[in-house]
């Protein structure tokens, strides 16, 4: 055990009085490392706690959390997930009583004004910007797996609550070992003041490690190094290296069937064992061989409890539900002592299966890597199916990292004498390598945080531009840019490869043939032109629509009766309020069927047309709403000379599209039988090469650094009004935030701005709930897979709110793109017409059957999970200040998705 800068003190008196009484409470003895860090803590410094997964971490945490409660301060324990909040929360209330703890996550709020509040990064770093109340009396944060902040897409919010923080926080930091904590301690020195780094490298249920081999379960190492402390400098076992050899010679290519891996495990006294395969459709295809196999792991008393716990946890679902979510198959495999686990699994099924694991009524649970994070599931044995899983882009072999993490979940402390990490052979599977990876402990953290329009917003409203600028040159991330030069040129290499890898791919369809390759890259830049080139002349003609539409509404006059674009037999309208306003033009209209609204141009794909006038007393215009119904009916029973049909949108085209199009159509490729694999190809070899340029072009920019970047953003935000940018007396660069970048702040999501954007515009007015929820889902929904369905939007508003939001992050791509910033997701639609049916009270089996029609490939589990996204996204814009109509529409859409499935256990 090593610790900077305090010395560690074996003996026991001379630890605080406040150490020595925490201590007290605990049935076993507390190591070293973990009164070390609590003797920092209670001198007032902070901690940096690196340690092997299973060694005690959490209780440095507890320290800090009697800490701050004996001393009349609040104490936030921050989680990187919910599933590790829910635990932690459950272990606290346990300790401290409930009205003690509290819980948020977003979309659970329990008791948020107690001294102890267990929380997501997100909600602590959102309560930072908001300047809560809540952070007047708090005296420390533990963050828990803090070396999460390397994690790409949500890594960057610990680094945001770390700079943020009041430095009068005491911040306790627990992390698994990393081979760089003194740079990531010296980082947190620099930036929060006093900090101690404490490291310790023993498990304290000591790791061995197996390869099975056929039915042979064989140590990894000789037996020099049999002692587990020492595996690291020990030589492979030779017995090994024979089995596997005479695998090979006997032409096996597979590794142990599943049912006999768990049935030779059971034998060696190795169960109860967590069972990792890098694959959801794996795990219950694993699931359903035991059944086949008939395998029973646990005693009929068992067995009663098993179904007993089982049976109360669904208790809240209906029986339709149930059967949709194939609730008897899963029953039946839990009460045989076995189950999967994986993120695709109804929360609530996840949670009886973690319940029956940390019971020991579980033996064996078939998970993907999703069960490595930090959730308690005590483990005598790990087994790996695999050392390859696959990243989101291609399938890489398992780091060190992340081998360490999979199987530190071996080895029950108080219950084991050693934990046992068990490899399976396979074809392929090099031994060495194996053993290399095993005996590789540690891995390097590395910073992921990046600016964005949210964070943009709020730094310059808390900090102003030269505190933000300081603070971005204080994060981990600069404080790592010594070897930025070299990160950017792996990158751009990383590209080169890409690129080759496509050009291979390409060619291999085309079976080598460089003039076949050129045509098809060809053809599929053709394809690409013409999309682009269409989408520009449909958001021309829709611009050129919506001014001739402002034209109309701004000449309109109280009484003016008009035809609204609805398609056949148009709907009428009388002006019950004119705006002559220049710019943006809204009267108040009331239509025939009574609805009594302000229109804004961009609500119209084509123009209205005035048929006629009616008078209107003064009361009308004072108050449309109240007078709508009788000024409806008076509106039904005129007859007007109206159109028989006047389409609801106008259509775009252009001549550089008709001409493309003839050109595409034209090309050699268009004919051939393979033309759309082909394309799909050529786009992927056009999106790498674009990709490898923009790095050859960051690399060469001597600007690339995260102020630079910031800046960037700051001037865009300009273009569109969420800053001011200005100078001062003394000739600095100030910003300020507008209003509207007030609002930007209030949204925390990936595509902020999109949301903004349409929200600033007005584009999700006037939509149910059902439809905002639809059309919210395209800025939040991330398709694993495409199935190559259709999306057909229920309604006519929902499908012209979805062409508005397109038409937006177009515009906002070709902005970003001009300043150089990455590009704001596309939204995706596949998951739109689900969210709408969802909310409009639609049963789960049909939803999932209209996201699979919609090209999304859904598990139950999936759909609750992205409903609970959209739900979060929605919950956010009822705070953002936009038009009391949105809110509201938000607001009862939140309520209406939180039923069934997606309630239970929210």
Known sequence: MRSHPAPSVPDSAAYPPEVEAFRAGYPFPLDEFQLTAAAAIAAGRGVLVGAPTGAGKTVVGEFAVHAAFHSGGTCFYTTPIKALSNQKYRDLVERYGQLNVGLLTGDVTINGDAPIVVMTTEVLRNMIYADSERLRTLTHVVMDEVHFLADPSRGPVWEEAILNLDPRVILVSLSATVSNVEEFGGWLRTVRGKTDIVITERRPVPLRQFVMVGSRILPM???????????????????????????????????????????NMLEAGMLPAIYFIFSRVGCDTAVRQLLVDRVDLVTEAEREEICSIVDAGVGALSQQDLKVLGFSHFRRALSRGFAAHHAGMLPAFRHIVEQLFSRGLLKVCFATETLALGINMPARSVVLEKLVKFNGEAHVDLTPGQYT?????????????????????????????????????????????????????????????????????????????????????????????????????????????????????????????????????????????????????????VGDIIALPTGRNPMTAVVARADGDPRNPRPTIITEDGWAERVAPDMFGNTPVVVGHMRLHRGVERNPKRQARPVAANLRRMHVDKPAKLKPRARGGSSASGELRSVVQAHPVHSWPQREELCRAGELYLKAERRLEFHQRESADTGHTLVGTFDRILALLAELDYVQMGTSPSGDPTAEVTMEGERLARVHHESDLLVAQCLRRGVWDGLDPAELAGVVSTCVFENRRETGGELHPPTDALEEAINQTLRIHEELRRDEERHRLTETREPVLSFATAAHQWTAGAPLEYCLQAAEASGAQLTPGDFVRWCRRVMDLLDQIKQTGYSDEVRAAARKAVAAMKRGVVAIDA
Do not use: C
Not at 469 to 483: D, K, M, T, V
């Open 221 to 263: 190492f000789s037996k020099a190094a049999q002692n587990p402390a020492d595996q690291h400098v020990g030589a492979v076992n030779r017995q090994v290296l024979l089995a596997a050899q005479r695998a090979e010679e006997l032409g096996r290519r597979k590794g142990p069937k599943r049912t006999e891996v768990v049935g």
């Open 405 to 557: 993490q999979l199987t530190g979940r071996a080895g029950r402390r108080g219950i084991d004498v050693v934990g046992n990490a068990v490899v399976l052979w396979s074809q392929g599977i090099d031994i060495h390598a194996v053993a290399d990876l095993a005996s590789t402990r540690t891995y390097p953290l590395d910073s992921t945080f990046r600016p964005g329009y949210n964070m943009a917003v709020n730094l310059i409203a808390t900090k102003g531009l030269e505190q933000s600028h300081r603070l971005l040159e204080r994060s981990f991330a600069q404080y790592q840019s010594n070897g930025a030069v070299v990160e950017r040129a792996e990158l751009t290499q990383k590209r080169r490869l890409d690129l080759r890898e496509q050009r291979r791919a390409l060619e291999q369809l085309v079976q080598g043939s460089t003039e076949d390759f050129q045509a098809v890259v060809e053809y599929a830049g053709l394809r690409r032109k013409l999309a682009h080139e269409e989408r520009r002349a449909k958001r021309e003609a829709l611009e050129d629509r919506q001014v001739e539409v402002a034209a109309l509404l701004r000449s309109l006059a």
